[in-house]
């Protein structure tokens, strides 16, 4: 048995709901493995969990995604072994040092990429993959807008985007992003706290407008990002950094062009083992060719996840953070 430390909550509000506990780990049960955690991703989602925006039980550990190496193998596991280096990135629980974890949750990870690296991108890379691989298959004929392209998504985006050959436009929100969004491939940027960016998209494409938007930001784009669609154009809702959208008249969608809404989560295009595998390895490949560079951003301790937590929610991300169990 190990002394395990975990980083829970006991009730929802802003992040100094975080408490410590360290309790005694058990042996890993049929199926199932034992990590030593090495670096743990932190998500916007955590934070919607942990502010109440989606529904948690409660108490919970939060956090989707980690990278380990397994130190213990339970009863019937042949897939996996002690000493072998592997991650996660859907099973929420990950904010602590040790983890028993069912095993078709994990991936095995390839050599030569950085744990940090790993921890900070898998959910993210995973859910780009679903983005421009399955829900719409990106080609070099598409112009798409990338909301937040200098964030953890929106950087992953742009690199796949790039390789795809599709033309990108990016916001962001400073102009120091604005020059990392270009060095990773937008053809075009638009910062967003100065200029209207549904305008810059109708000059930036002569009136045409873009086939595909993904808004990520949420409540403070949404309902513009619709009028930056072409006919029949393809609005991905798949996140809420500003806040959840408002409700809004399906009419709308027609008005605008007979418009296509969807608002996807990783979780229901990763419903099974085949997809997870199939996923976790289409984006580790995009890592490992060199399509894609991860810029890890500052690394917080596990009894600073609140400082984790702020740093995300502070809109001054450039890279994004990891917790070091
Ligand atoms: P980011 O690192 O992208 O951080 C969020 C970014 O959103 C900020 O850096 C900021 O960039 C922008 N933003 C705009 N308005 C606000 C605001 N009011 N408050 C805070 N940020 C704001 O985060 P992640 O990479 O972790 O996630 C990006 C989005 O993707 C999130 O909405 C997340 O929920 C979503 N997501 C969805 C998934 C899915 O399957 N549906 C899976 C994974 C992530 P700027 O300053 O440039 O505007």
Redesign the pocket.
Known sequence: MHTNLSANIYQTGDSSVFKLDTTLIEKPKAQQVLLKQTAIGV???DTYFRSGLYPIDLPATLGDEAVGTIEQVGEGVTEFSVGQRVAYSAAKGAYTQYRLIDINEIVPVPDGIDDTAIATSL??GM?VEYLFCRLHTLTPDDTILIH?A?????QIACQWARSIGATVIGT???NE?AQLAKNIGCDYVINYREQNFVKAVDDITHGQKVDVVYD???K?TFMQSLDCLRVRGLMVS?????GKPDPFDVLELSKKGSLFLTR???YHYTRNRQEILESAARYLNMLERGHINIQVGPSFALTDVAKAHDY??Q?T?IG?PVLIP
């Open positions: 998500n916007y989602i959910l993210r859910t937040a200098a964030g953890g998504v929106g962001v929100g400073s992003k990520g930001v949420g403070e798949f996140g809420n950094a500003s996807p989560t990783l995300l929610e809109r991300t994004s």
